[in-house]
Structure formats: C-alpha cells, structure tokens
C-alpha cells in the first residue's frame, strides 16, 4: 500500500463531492448486495470534474505504485471510475473485501476527522491497520488487498474509487 498526499486538490475533491450528492445510484452493490449511494463517472466526466492535469495525475498513479512492471503506459489499462457516499443511515459501511481489477486507487474527497467512523481498514504488513487520511490523500494499493469501510456514526465520508483493469492485448484492437 502506498499514500499520496494532494492527489486531488481541494477544488477537485468539492466538485466531486457535489457530483454524488446531486446525483448517485442506490442500485445493490456487487460486494455486499447493499445499496451502492455512489455515482459512476466516465473518464470525460471526471476530467470535466478535477481538471486535465489531476486527471493525467490520477492515470499516472498505478504505473508509479509498480514501477512499471504491471503497466507501462497509459493505453495498457481500462479504468472504472466512482464516488463513494457514505453516511449512518445510507451506506453505513463495506464489509471486508478485495477488488476485482490489477489496481486500486481510493481518494479521500474529505478529511477523516470530519466525520465519526467511516475508517478505511487493510490487512498488510502482517495486521490489521486503519488508514487516516486528509482531503484528497491516495491510497494506491493491488486490489488483491483485504480492505473494509468502518460503520459511520456521524457524518458524510465521500471517496473516489479507481479500479484500473490490464488490457490484454487483444483488447487494443476493439
């Protein structure tokens, strides 16, 4: 697991919150059946949300995280984007799980400390560790990591998920 600080700026992460609460789906989600409260975002949505360079940023992420070895350019991976809306009586939280894609890069769009519960737990480096994290701070982690979303008690907790898939190279041709 690696932390980014200001992946997003603080501009970015308000205009992201105000995309989920204006607009989110409620549709079951595919790991706990809950309702989802997220808003899917295609990549020209999101760039139109952050900005060019935060979106080239994001996109240069999981190649950093690898070093290359996974990815080495930006056409090598697909990505599917999403802001996360959790609350008390909403989404209270995500069980443990892992991702179902070669990358995983989650954005806190709020401070940690703004809001009761809502902590981002993983399992790595032999322990279970929570993650406190500010305003548009990284976590860039392989999805194949065990991870949870503590109950909220209070609060609104907002995140951007990133899930970045390997393009085979079969796929380059569609």
């Known amino acids: 697991l690696v932390r980014m600080t200001q992946a997003i700026t603080p501009e970015g992460c308000a205009a992201l919150r105000q995309a989920v609460d204006t607009e989110r789906s409620i549709s079951r989600d595919s790991v706990d059946r809950a309702a989802e409260h997220q808003r899917d975002l295609h990549p020209v949505e999101l760039e139109e ?17 690898h070093g290359g070895r996974l990815f080495q350019r930006v056409d090598q991976f697909r990505v599917e984007a999403f802001v996360r809306r959790y609350t008390k009586g909403t989404r ?25 519960g809502g902590r981002l737990l993983a399992v790595f480096d032999g322990a279970l560790q929570e993650i406190v994290r500010q305003e548009g701070e990284a976590t860039i982690h392989p999805s194949s990591l065990l991870h949870a979303v503590t109950s909220m008690t209070w609060g609104v907790r907002y995140s951007l998920i990133l899930f970045f898939h390997r393009v085979w190279w079969n796929e380059l041709d569609d």
């Open 49 to 65: 949300l952050i900005g060019v360079d935060a979106m080239q940023h994001l996109w240069d992420l999981p190649i950093k995280f």
């Open 92 to 116: 209270p939280w995500n069980v443990f799980h892992k991702d179902r894609a070669a990358v995983t890069v989650n954005v806190a769009l709020g401070d940690d400390l703004a809001h009761g």
